[in-house]
């Protein structure tokens, strides 16, 4: 018996239905990336594994897919690793590639390597998949979409304040209620400061990034556990838990951490990012946040997360400042600030709350009903000249029965029908039918074009 097939888990295939609406979440976010003047690159599915390894964390760098050698992969590996189970050495031994966590980290290696080609700043945007060996759930892949928008070779805080407007703008045009939040890593790292565990931050921002999954509870756990003391705690748990509009936030963060340089300097970049965006009309809500840590270690600055207000699924958007990436790949001095899409959170989301356009769905505009050969070859002339006044037309292509083909143009959600018999051939007046009404007119192929685009 034939094995039945199937794919991996944390992978998905995507209907036609599915497919026009991806597409038109991603045109959606492609169309306002290049109203801000961001250009397009693509980068490989795979990097080799020195690009990739220390760049995430031990967490995100036990998530990596790693790709084995052609050929003799094991030649590499020395016995002793094997025999005492040193499994890293024994993965980058047979392993020297992997596929991309996410775009950042090849976007950094991208700069480096065209540095001369680039004119900075340099806005780029990229979408393209990841892939990433987490535990499959809601909301969580192994194979994802990412859209991905990004400035290098400038520090100026506008760049946060419009990578705001482009978060505001896409939901706004996808109908998404979203409150973006936002937080700073020098005010992490002053709050570590504070509480003198700055060797800690690490450790500290690891943990409360998991705050949402695990509770608060279970995040004083993981800190006990990594060293932390319980007055640290303790001092730390007002920072966390701070309530209140975002003034009055930034407030009590000025008291609480702003006596350290660096934590000062967190407060003071987010109070401008606020300021520049109170006149401006953003429909979302921006609020900070300054639990949130996102704990991927290259963020240095400005930290960015979105949330959906209707659905429970975890963040559909994030990112940062990172100063320091490209300097890992030889190219010092060089900041960037980006923000990704989760396209496919997204459209878990929009589905959920019925937010696709119906016109979204449907492909064919007209179909022209086949009623024999000669029929059909009449009907290809009136199907090229609405083809080439932009409708999307199809002729079916067998002389089925009326009811086969009306079935066809109900399940794919066709709203116009054409009849051609043998009047319609002699006066060149052709039967429009309205599929949602019933109605139907006879018009020469002109006034077809003009009823179905109105």
Known sequence: MAQKPSIPKGTRDFSPLEMARRNYIFSTIQDVFKQYGYQPIETPAMENLSTLLGKYGEEGDKLLFKILNSGDFLKKVKPEDYETKNLNR?????????????????????????????????????????????????????????????VVGSN??????????????????????????????????????????????????TAIDKLDKIGIEKVYEELLSKGISQEAIDNLEPIINLSGEND???????????????????????????????PLEIKSKVEIDQSLARGLNYYTGAIIEVKANDVNIGSICGGGRYDNLTGIFGL???????????????????????LFPKEVETSTEVMFVNFGEKEATHALEVLAFLQQNGIRAELYPDA???????????????????????????????????????????????????????
């Open 90 to 150: 024994v993965a980058l031994a047979v392993s020297e590639k992997g596929l991309r966590y996410d775009l950042t980290v090849p976007f950094a290696r991208y700069v480096v390597q065209h540095r001369n080609d680039i004119t900075f700043p340099f806005k780029r945007y990229q979408i393209q998949p990841v892939w990433r060996a987490d535990r499959p759930q809601k909301g969580r892949y192994r194979e994802f979409y990412q859209c991905d928008v990004d």
């Open 156 to 205: 100026s805080l506008l760049n946060e304040v419009e990578l705001v407007r482009i978060i505001d703008e896409i939901f706004y045009r996808l109908k998404v209620n979203v409150t973006i939040k936002l937080n700073n890593r020098k005010v992490l790292s002053g709050m570590a400061e504070t509480i003198d565990a700055s060797d800690k931050l690490i450790d500290i921002t």
């Open 248 to 278: 009055s936030k930034i407030n009590c963060l000025k008291q609480l951490v702003g006596d350290t340089e660096i934590g000062g300097k967190g407060i003071l970049e987010l109070e401008s990012v606020l300021n520049y965006l109170k």
């Open 332 to 354: 010092p001095d060089v900041s960037g600030v980006g923000v990704s899409f989760g396209a496919d959170r997204i459209y878990d989301v929009m589905n959920e709350l019925n």
């Open 400 to 454: 089925d029965k009326m009811k086969k083909q009306m079935k066809y143009a109900n399940q794919h959600a066709i709203p116009f029908v054409v009849l051609i018999g043998e009047q319609e051939m002699e006066t060149k007046h052709y039967t429009l039918k309205n599929m949602m009404t019933g109605y139907q007119e006879k018009l020469p192929a002109e006034q077809l074009v003009e009823r179905v685009k109105n």
